[in-house]
């Protein structure tokens, strides 16, 4: 059925629409309502439930929470129970951990004031409240187009159709999207949106920034023996098992009753196209002075998610007529800090604030430039632009040298206010940074055992993804002769590697090997969008409540 022969979708009007109920787009819906609380305002979240498509490590900076709901601490229902306590960091070698003395740390990397727990349970509180105060809220509907009138402001989002066959026929089942109008509509995707993607693109977003820039991060929950557990104790490490020129790094906290969030986050930039972070990860876990902690303990839960890295110089144009970026969906993550949440909601809601007055003012659909003027001189700008060029030294120089060129520059730009490096640049996209596989050697992983180091089925499994196999599969390769003669002829078929879910494989059919997509393990990540060598491969949103089902991540 062609897009004509389709019935007409159904439409609501809203003041505001917001795409992504994490934690930008639900700032910025609490806070709209607080300014106003007549502004009709909508969220339409892909995942099946608030939270659901949510991770993150995470330890929190409440300064974005504190802004938003000064007396959080106060409310019992508030899922961050746990502050930080003993903050540690180390250079880890094949045998041991270095501890490296907090003092030499700039006072920008303490945490002693942040709070450990799963953002995925904070966003299902901010949803509730969000939700008190009068906004609307719709799960499980995946925004799957952007609309635009006719003079090509942004007039909304269409949400995808549901009960389409892998044919690409409707079935039985089929019902039409909805469009969701508004006067202005907010993108709060996180990493990697597939809607951002395109107004990037329309509006020529990111003329005069640099590339944007990712990571790949990797996540457990565990549940440990109690007498192991270190209520409040984090730490972060460098160095092993990655070599020194590959950027990565991983992440151990202790939170809540017996719980441990152990990650690993491996920057998109690497050149070695046998690399495969799932099993970096898994070897990590398996070091001396880490195993310990998860022997005789239950793994809960597994997941992965691309994470923004380009920081200050990567954030492209905010704003375009009838809308504007938020959060992840422009990247303001703090690499050294790890941390993005607070500046997610302080983006949010630096947007709605200029939104309400904008509304105030009985404008529609325009561009709300005063957003855009105004986040470089916010508290989010100020907090990027002291550690701007750690991630550009780190990439140029190595983990070694990088790492230390990277701490004194963040000195320089904390105690004197400037750098001596200027501001650094990104060389080039992550999917430009591989080397041919003839460059490289074969890399061979220890096996799993299940105990410690686990498969990537198995952890598929723990993070509940599920997706209607009948369905179209929404991992698109634009030229399946290209991905032959390239990614699997002269890069040796890294997505096998890159994928944390086992979603690729090359399967050896005779003398073609076949390209096989196994749509249904996809936990969502993305990381296929930002690393394939030549661009080959598009995500796009399945079908809506589809991907992951993270109970507390």
């Known amino acids: 059925m ?22 930008s787009g639900l700032a910025a819906a609490i806070r ?3 300014i106003n609380a007549d502004l009709n305002v909508v969220v339409v979240e892909k995942g099946s439930e608030v939270g659901a498509h949510i991770l993150s490590g995470a330890v929190i900076d409440p300064a974005g929470l504190d802004k938003l709901i000064p007396d959080w601490r106060g409310d019992s229902d508030c899922p961050l129970k746990t502050q930080v306590k003993d903050d540690r960091f180390y250079w880890m070698t094949g045998g041991g951990a270095i501890k490296l003395p907090n003092f030499m740390m700039p006072p920008l990397m303490d945490n002693h004031h942040c709070y450990i727990g799963s953002l995925g349970n904070v966003c299902r509180w901010l949803a509730r409240k969000a939700e008190a105060l009068g906004v609307e809220i719709y799960p499980g509907f995946a925004a799957a187009e952007v609309l635009y009138d006719e003079q090509g402001a942004v007039k909304g989002i269409a949400t995808g159709d549901m009960g389409i066959g892998r044919d690409g026929k409707p079935k039985d089942s089929f019902t039409r999207g909805m469009e969701l109008l508004g006067k202005y509509t907010l993108f709060a995707e ?16 990111d003329a005069k920034s640099e590339p944007a820039k990712f990571g790949i991060g990797l996540k457990e929950v565990w549940q440990i023996d109690p007498a192991k557990h270190q209520k409040g104790l984090i730490q972060h490490s460098f160095g092993w098992p990655l070599d020194l020129k590959t950027g990565g790094g991983s992440f151990l906290y202790h939170y809540d009753d017996n719980l441990v969030a152990v990650g690993f986050v491996v920057h998109l930039n690497y050149d070695d196209p ?30 992965a998610r691309a994470i923004t890295e380009g920081g200050y110089q990567s954030v492209p144009k905010l704003s375009f007529p009838g ?12 690499v050294p800090r790890i941390k993005g949440v607070h500046n997610a909601m302080g983006t949010g809601m630096l947007a709605a604030e200029h939104l309400a007055a904008a509304l105030a003012a009985d404008r529609a659909n325009d561009e709300l430039i005063e957003y855009e003027n105004a986040w470089r001189s916010s508290s989010v700008g100020k907090d990027l632009f002291l ?63 299940g105990k410690i180091s686990f498969d990537k089925l198995s952890s598929v499994f723990l993070s509940n993804t599920n997706h209607e196999e009948d369905q179209p599969v929404h991992l698109k390769v634009a030229d399946m002769n290209l991905q032959k003669t390239s990614e699997h002829d002269v890069f040796a078929g890294p997505s ?58």
């Open 32 to 34: 709209l309502k607080q």
């Open 2 to 23: 062609s897009t004509e022969e389709l019935p007409p979708r159904e439409s609501m009007e809203f003041d505001v629409v917001i795409v992504g109920a994490g934690p």
């Open 496 to 553: 096998n590697r890159y994928c944390p879910a086992g979603v690729y494989e090359w399967v050896e059919e005779g003398a073609s090997p076949r390209f096989q997509i196994n749509a249904q393990n996809c936990v969502h990540c993305k990381t296929c969008d930002v690393k394939d060598p030549n661009g080959n491969i598009t995500w796009v949103p399945p079908e809506g409540g589809g991907g992951p089902n993270y109970e507390a991540m």
């Open 387 to 449: 550690v701007r060029n750690v991630k550009p030294l780190w990439s140029k120089f190595g983990t070694v040298l990088g790492v230390a060129l990277g701490g004194f520059d963040m000195w320089c730009n904390t105690l004197f206010g400037t750098s001596l490096f200027g501001t650094q640049s990104h060389a080039k996209p992550d999917r430009a940074t591989l080397d041919p596989a003839k460059s490289h050697a074969p890399k061979n992983y220890p096996k799993p055992d």
């Open 274 to 303: 046998y690399l495969s972070p799932f099993d970096e990860f898994q070897r990590f876990k398996t070091h001396p002075s880490i195993r310990n902690t998860f022997e005789g303990a239950k793994r809960l839960a597994y997941g």
């Open 323 to 334: 809308g504007a970026l938020v959060g992840c969906a422009a990247g303001f993550v703090n």
């Open 190 to 205: 996180g990493a990697r949106g597939s809607l951002t993607k395109q107004l990037i693109s329309k509006f020529a977003l």
